[in-house]
């Protein structure tokens, strides 16, 4: 007996997803970007599971695994970026700052 | 056994060819002379041999040979084929036997010459490839051997490249001939289309059979007479020739005099049942001959450079050549062919012996009174010029000429069906020509030989040179007794030789017929020596002064419309051809920046969108999805 | 065992190895450079006795093509790698190997930036080449033909003379820009397949029974023709050749002239002529006349040039001009004229560009007004020039008359007045070939110019084979002829799958 119904779920998870875009969208701090993104992926993720519990199915939840590593790559990446550049001298973290492929 | 040898005789001068390009100079002068001269020489012995057997055979006999099939497609075959018939056979003594002449002669004369490899490759490659085009049986094949001898003029023509006026010379012979040649293919093709096979024989039975319509004979005879007139350097190509005579001597003598001019002669008497069927072109042939050798006469009387004198004789003596052919005595154009090559190539190796030992004096004025340095080029060069103007009797020029005249006489070209034209005004002209010939000749070797001795003689005459001379001043004077009028002791060896079938008969030929032709030289003989000849004479020594040498200027002028339109013609399709080209580029250059700059205006606007900002990208690509999400569920 | 896919991509795994050979080195070495060139020689080897083995030697396999292979690739869309040979495909891979052999023996070991590289794109150009002349499904033959470019364009941007970026820029947008409306005729006509019968297929027989309406087989043949012009190339989108030529290396100046231009031609053959015919024989008079214009006008504008390598560029353009006539003549005879010209110009042009590409090497300048008396200096090379050029102007008893001679006896039975005006053409033919003999070889001696050393013997050898190549292709035409004639498209279908 689900605690909340599928439709309940999707909703959750386009709030989730939306709040995450407008992260992405409007913060220009790197750190706070890649947060964004992660919450993104997550509400992804749990359309997945929400799907899996639904008809159940053990694929969504695989899918979900999936996500986690993902995220956590993406995140590893992410920060190993921003801290490379914070070595090469520019201790900003401004997104919009490295608009020119410079280096 | 001919079928054997006849490939063998073209094999043996292209192998000597080989072997002497291959070798790069590695061999020394003498080796480089005697490989040359042991293929043409073999080339000789092996024609003696086939004409031998081909003689004794039977009297229409021929001889087929095909090596492989060189084309075969639907609707046309050519095949690398040989035969050899009683005109070719003419062909390949004349080639093999001058041509060894002259290559003993030239083992002597090119001896200190540092390029004697280059030159001799091209010389026994020219042998080859005069052989290729005498005895190959298939039109297409003859091209062959057509375009191998203009390829080998030209490489001899600017033999010395050093300088750029000789290279000018021989690329000018090549185009001039080039031109003929394109015009001569396209008779090829016309002949090809209608029968399918260039075999002459099958081509000549297809016209003879009225398998190609009748204005389809004309249109290929008239091809094919530019692509003769161009080779032959007859009127309207004839510029091309006096230039030629930058190479060196002997491949004047050879290329330029004895063999490869007369290819274009070869050609039409070879295909002489096609010229017959078209009256129009015959009779067009004959009157371009006639007027090739009044204008070759002319020029040739005035001219001061003693090569030049000979490379006009040559053109106006091939005009003869052509106005027998035009007049359908073939066997008279191919009998004047014989003693032609004969007597201008003992001209040509005597002029090149007295050059050489003048040193390198060409100019007939500069030069004189060496009867005394040099009894013996004198004997030679006179014995030549007495056959050239046809001296009666003792020459063989007198005969030949004298049986075109006589062939001249009798024709009448059938223009239309009900209309036709005597030959007679021909003739008178052909005798007003054999008169000029005589005053030039003799103009020259009293100029030369006798007068008021000119430059000083140096050096003798090696044996190699000396012995082939004497063969020709024999030949010239006595190769014509084979074909005599019939007003002397009627003898016809040669015309009987070539066409057993049907020998020429002209019985009712009139005594004083024989008499003009004996007489008009002699007179020419007479005025040359009034004029040039005696001591005190009016023109003795005086360039400029008097009489035809003052009228020298306007008299050239048809050595120099050609000449002047050819050389305007290349200047002008250079010239076009260069702006044509930098027209292009400024062309291509504004549109390309024109389509430069319609490229940077658009990249301007992409320039807005690719900001580089993250947060923008991420942007379009949700509003992207988002548009593309509402299309997708709203259609 | 099928030799076809091995054909196809012994070249480009060749090329793989020789790369890493001239970079095993951290520093290049002489010695690096020349593993590399070995790798490549031994490559060209194999391959070479892998086509032998092709040739010569008699298949189990049933069926109308000398060899044929075929393996799913992109079930969903009908694609699949399918590659067939027949006797014209196969004379062409023939060509394009004789080429690649004086062209790695005279000329790549000069390479001496990046070698490994160099050899590597070289032999990807192969790989293209190849596999464009074999393939017969249209997919595979847009990638391949895409594929050939590539290479081609990264040989001349890099290892080309003063103005390569943008001769090979021009090159680049020309052939790409063509080969994208050919795209759009692939697609247009497997479409049509489709709606017709249901079908997805990009098979080069199924696809040659589609019925179209004339005006639709006329708008995708112009497709195909608009590609194949470009490559071949036809008078009005030439523009690209004589800049890619003169500034491409010498190796790819071979490549050029003597392969990719015949892509062009075989292309006609195979993709306009017989997958088209109707649409082909409306377009042949304008097809016909832009091929006698390309044949005027390529030896007029080369009669003009005094750079070398562009003399021989026009050339091109003006025997391609009689490949193109032949093809569209509509008779078996031009069509083999055609193909006879396209192997000799390829290996008398080829030869050109080497003996131009050693000048340059010896001389440094490629101008003819400052070259000159090279005979004296450099006999062989001179002699070898000579030749190529007399082969060029189109001497009969050599390979490039009995090409021209098929094609203008084709276009006879057609047009006399066009067949003669296009014999006219041989006449600026002798001329700048003439001119450039006289500019170079045969020529007075330039003062303050230092002649190089002459080729060495060698390499002359190896000239001395493609000489005697074209005299064989002039003198005994006959087994190339009967060889060389594409499989007509009514016979393709005994194949094992060429029937759907």
């Known amino acids: 007996m689900p605690a909340f119904s599928f439709n309940d779920t999707l909703v959750l998870a386009a709030t989730m997803f939306s709040v995450g875009l407008a992260g992405v969208l409007v913060r220009r701090n790197m750190v706070f970007m890649l947060m964004s993104l992660d919450i993104m992926l997550n509400a992804a993720a749990l359309v997945f599971v929400a799907a899996g519990a639904r008809w159940h199915d053990a694929t969504g939840q695989v899918m979900f695994v999936l996500i986690l590593a993902l995220a956590a790559v993406e995140t590893a990446v992410g920060l190993a970026i921003i801290l490379r550049l914070h070595a090469h001298g520019r201790p900003t973290l401004d997104a919009d700052a490295g608009n020119l492929l410079e280096g | ?445 009293f100029i030369v030989f006798f007068g008021k001795p000119g430059t000083v003689a140096a050096g003798r005459t090696s044996r190699l040179m000396t012995i082939p001379l004497g063969c020709l001043c024999i030949l010239s004077l006595f190769g014509g007794v084979i074909e005599m009028p019939d007003t002397l002791p009627s003898l016809h060896l040669f015309s009987a030789l070539l066409d057993p079938a049907t020998p020429l008969s002209h019985a009712d030929e009139p005594v004083w017929l024989v008499l003009a032709g004996a007489i008009v030289p002699l007179a020419g003989l007479a005025l040359a020596w009034m004029l040039w000849g005696r001591p005190s004479s009016v023109m003795h020594g005086a360039r400029t002064g008097g009489g035809l040498d003052a009228r020298h200027d306007r008299l050239a002028i048809w050595q120099h419309i050609p000449d002047r339109a050819s050389t305007a013609a290349g200047g002008l399709m250079r010239a076009a051809s260069v702006r044509v080209f930098t027209i292009r580029a400024g062309f291509l250059d504004m549109l390309a920046r024109w389509g430069g700059s319609i490229g940077d205006r658009g990249a301007l606007l992409l320039d807005r969108l690719h900001n580089g900002r993250m947060r923008w990208y991420a942007a379009w690509i949700a509003g992207g999805l988002c548009v593309a999400l509402a299309v997708a569920v709203l259609s | 065992m099928n030799a076809l896919p091995a054909l196809v991509l012994l070249p480009i795994l060749g090329g793989g190895v020789a790369w890493v050979a001239g970079r095993i080195r951290p520093v290049p070495t002489p010695a690096s450079r020349d593993a590399a060139w070995w790798v490549v020689l031994a490559t060209l080897v194999m391959e070479t006795l892998l086509l032998a083995l092709v040739t010569f030697g008699h298949q189990p396999h049933a069926g109308p093509w000398l060899a044929h292979f075929s393996m799913p690739w992109l079930p969903a869309m009908g694609i699949a790698v399918r590659l067939d040979m027949d006797g014209l495909s196969l004379s062409l891979i023939w060509l394009s190997l004789v080429l690649c052999f004086p062209c790695v023996f005279l000329s790549t070991r000069q390479v001496t930036v990046n070698a490994g590289a160099f050899h590597f794109l070289f032999l990807a150009t192969l790989t293209g080449v190849i596999g464009t002349f074999l393939a017969t499904d249209l997919f595979l033959f847009f990638f391949f033909w895409e594929l050939m470019l590539v290479p081609m364009f990264v040989l001349i941007a ?131 006349g832009l091929g006698v214009a390309g044949i005027l006008y390529g030896a007029w504008l080369s009669f003009a040039q005094d750079d070398v390598k562009r003399l021989i560029a026009y050339s091109s353009v003006s025997h391609m001009g009689f490949v193109l006539l032949g093809i569209f003549c509509g008779s078996r005879m031009g069509m083999q004229g055609a193909i006879m010209q396209m192997l000799a110009h390829g290996l008398s042009t080829a030869a050109l560009f080497l003996i131009a590409g050693a000048i340059q090497d010896r001389l440094h300048t490629r101008d003819m007004r400052r070259i000159g008396g090279l005979w004296a200096a450099m006999p062989r090379l001179s002699s070898a020039g000579v030749f190529f050029a007399v082969a060029a102007l189109g001497m009969p008893g050599l390979g490039n008359f009995t090409g021209e001679f098929l094609v203008l006896l084709a276009a006879w039975h057609v047009s006399p007045p066009l067949a003669t005006v296009a014999a006219a053409g041989l006449v600026p033919a002798a001329m700048y070939a003439l001119r450039m003999v006289n500019r170079i070889f045969l020529a007075a001696p330039r003062a303050g110019l230092r002649p190089g050393p002459d080729l060495p013997a060698r390499q002359m050898a190896v000239l001395a084979c493609v000489m005697a190549l074209v005299v064989m292709l002039g003198l005994y035409p006959q087994p190339f002829m009967t060889f060389s004639l594409p499989l007509p498209v009514a016979d393709m279908t005994g194949g094992e799958d060429g029937a759907p």
């Open chain 3, 158 to 288: 890099t290892w080309g003379h003063e103005d390569r970026q943008r001769a090979a820029m021009t090159f680049f947008m020309f052939t790409q820009g063509s080969g994208l409306l050919m795209l759009v005729s692939i697609l247009g006509l497997v479409m049509a397949h489709y709606r017709t019968t249901g079908v997805l297929t990009f098979d080069y027989v199924t696809l040659s029974r589609t019925p179209l309406s004339p005006a639709l087989s006329m708008l995708l043949m112009v497709g195909f023709f608009m590609a194949f012009a470009v490559k071949l190339p036809v008078v009005p989108v030439h523009v690209w050749l004589p800049a890619a030529h003169t500034q491409a290396p010498t190796a790819a100046s071979v490549l050029l002239a003597g392969i990719l231009l015949k892509t062009g031609g075989y292309g006609m053959i195979r993709f306009n002529v017989m997958l088209f015919p109707d649409a082909a024989s409306r377009f042949a008079p304008i097809a016909m």
């Open chain 2, 1 to 445: 056994m001919a079928t054997f040898l006849i490939p063998l005789l073209v094999l043996c001068p292209l192998a000597a060819s080989l072997i002497i390009f291959i070798s790069t100079g590695r061999m020394g002068a003498r080796g480089v002379g005697t490989v040359a001269c042991a293929g043409v020489g073999m080339a000789a012995v092996l024609s003696i041999i086939v004409s031998v057997i081909l003689l004794s055979g039977p009297a229409t006999g021929e001889v087929q040979v095909t090596l492989w099939p060189w084309m075969h497609v639907a609707g046309f075959s050519a095949d690398i084929a040989f035969m050899l018939d009683r005109i070719s056979l003419v062909m390949i003594l004349v080639v093999t036997i001058v041509g060894l002449l002259i290559h003993v002669y030239a083992a002597g004369y090119m001896q200190d010459d540092p390029g004697i490899a280059r030159f001799f490759g091209c010389m026994t490659l020219f042998v080859a490839a005069m052989l290729v085009l005498v005895l190959a049986s298939d039109l297409l094949c003859l091209f062959i051997g057509w375009e191998g001898v203009g390829l080998c003029s030209y490489l001899l023509i600017g033999f010395w490249y050093d300088d750029p006026a000789n290279t000018a010379a021989a690329r000018k012979a090549f185009y001039m001939t080039r031109v003929g040649d394109v015009a001569l293919l396209c008779g090829l093709l016309l002949l090809a289309t209608t029968t399918g096979s260039l075999r002459t024989g099958a081509v000549l039975a297809a016209v003879t059979n009225g398998q190609v319509s009748a204005s389809g004979v004309s249109m290929a005879a008239f091809f094919i007479l530019a692509g003769a007139l161009a080779k032959s350097a007859q009127v309207p190509f004839q510029a091309w020739l006096p230039d030629a005579m930058a190479g060196p001597t002997p491949t004047s003598a050879l290329i330029h005099a004895a063999t490869m001019v007369t290819a274009g002669v070869y050609l039409i008497a070879r295909l002489h049942d096609l010229f017959a069927m078209a009256a129009p072109v015959m009779a067009l042939t004959a009157v371009l001959g006639t007027l090739t050798l009044l204008v070759g006469g002319c020029a040739a009387l005035v001219q001061s450079d003693l090569k030049r004198i000979l490379a006009w004789s040559t053109i106006s003596q091939v005009g003869y050549m052509f106005l027998a052919l035009g007049c359908g005595v073939w066997q008279a154009a191919l009998f004047h062919l014989m003693t032609h090559a004969f007597f201008k190539a003992l001209l040509f190796l005597a002029a090149g012996a007295v050059i050489m030992r003048a040193r390198h004096e060409q100019d007939i004025f500069r030069l004189g009174g060496l009867r005394h340095a040099m009894p013996g080029l004198t004997v030679a060069f006179v014995a030549g010029a007495s056959a050239l103007a046809g001296l009666p009797l003792v020459t063989a020029g007198f005969y030949s000429k004298e049986m075109i005249l006589s062939g001249v006489w009798h024709v009448r070209f059938g223009l239309t069906r009900d209309w036709s034209v005597t030959g007679h005004p021909l003739w008178a002209m052909a005798l007003l020509g054999a008169f000029l010939t005589a005053l030039y000749i003799f103009r020259c070797v």
